[in-house]
């Protein structure tokens, strides 16, 4: 059983990677539970309204029923996984652009304090996929995939074996949607 | 020829000044290393795993916490 992650901060474009590979065609598991918003004009491509992170917690989410399908757990989530076999689409993002985006979505940020707490978790969440022997993971940035999709998409799809429709992909990346983006960083 | 350099792709040639070079050279005799590249090469990986231990901040309990505050805000936890 190999299950498939697409994993990041929140608001790092995990969203965005899943409609990617929706669209590219892999199998992408998600539900209504959370529908699309100003914050997610395309959706958020989750399960449980994005609260997978308290069923990992407590041992009861059935990663066994998503075998071969991409599922979304957030970067915090990643520190309760079962041992397993596991390949990780993880998406980073310039910081500044998550915490406006999150300051968006949830009110006001104390970024001295908030900022450096994401980054570690970040740093946190990174180390444990690079060091578990049962996680095979890519790196994916944000703008990059904004910037130059078929570049990036191409790449993830080298990382999926070439089971990608990377034309169909491609066209799940509209960059008019992605404000926030801060240049040259 | 060494049996570093025997492992074609594995090694690659990093310039240092003649002087240090030779620096190296007398602080290495009697020693065990064979060679001013595996000094070199020891120097740089203690360095190197010095830097990572200092670079690497720990994930406590309080920020744990702080980070769960958020995320709850976001809808991403109960």
Redesign the interface.
């Known amino acids: 059983m190999t299950n498939y992650i697409v994993s990041g901060l929140?608001?790092s474009g995990t969203s965005m990677m899943m409609q990617i590979l929706y669209r590219g065609g892999m199998p992408v598991a998600f539900d209504k539970s959370?529908p699309p918003n100003e914050h997610n004009p395309k959706g958020y491509y989750e399960l449980e309204?994005?609260?997978v992170?308290?069923r990992l917690m407590d041992g009861t989410f059935p990663l066994e029923k998503y075998d071969g399908k991409f599922i979304k757990i957030?970067a915090?989530g990643l520190k309760f996984l079962p041992k397993g076999d596991y390949k990780i689409i993880y998406m980073v993002r310039n910081l500044d652009e998550i915490m406006d985006s999150?300051e968006k979505?949830?009110?006001p940020?104390d970024r001295e304090?908030?900022k450096p707490?994401?980054e570690?978790?970040n740093?946190?969440a990174m180390k444990l996929i690079d060091e578990r022997e049962d996680i095979d993971y890519i790196i994916v940035k944000y703008n990059d995939v904004v910037r130059n999709p078929r570049k990036e998409i191409e790449r993830v799809n080298e990382f999926l074996g070439g089971k990608l429709d990377v034309d169909a992909a491609v066209k799940a990346v509209d960059p008019k949607l992605y404000r926030n983006v801060r240049e040259n960083r | 020829m060494t049996a570093e350099k025997e492992e074609k792709g594995k090694y690659t040639t990093v310039s240092i000044p003649t002087p240090l070079a030779e620096k190296i050279k007398k602080r290495i005799e009697g020693t065990g290393f064979n060679s001013i590249s595996s000094y070199v090469t020891y120097v740089l990986r203690e360095l190197l795993a010095n830097m990572e231990e200092e670079e690497e901040?720990v994930?406590s309990k309080e920020?744990e916490e702080?980070?769960?505050e958020?995320?709850r805000?976001?809808?991403?936890?109960?």
């Open positions: 929140e608001r959370r309204g994005g609260k992170i308290n957030t915090y999150m979505m949830s009110g940020i304090v908030e707490l994401f570690k978790l740093k946190y | 901040e994930f920020d702080k980070i769960k958020r995320l805000a976001l809808g991403y936890l109960d």
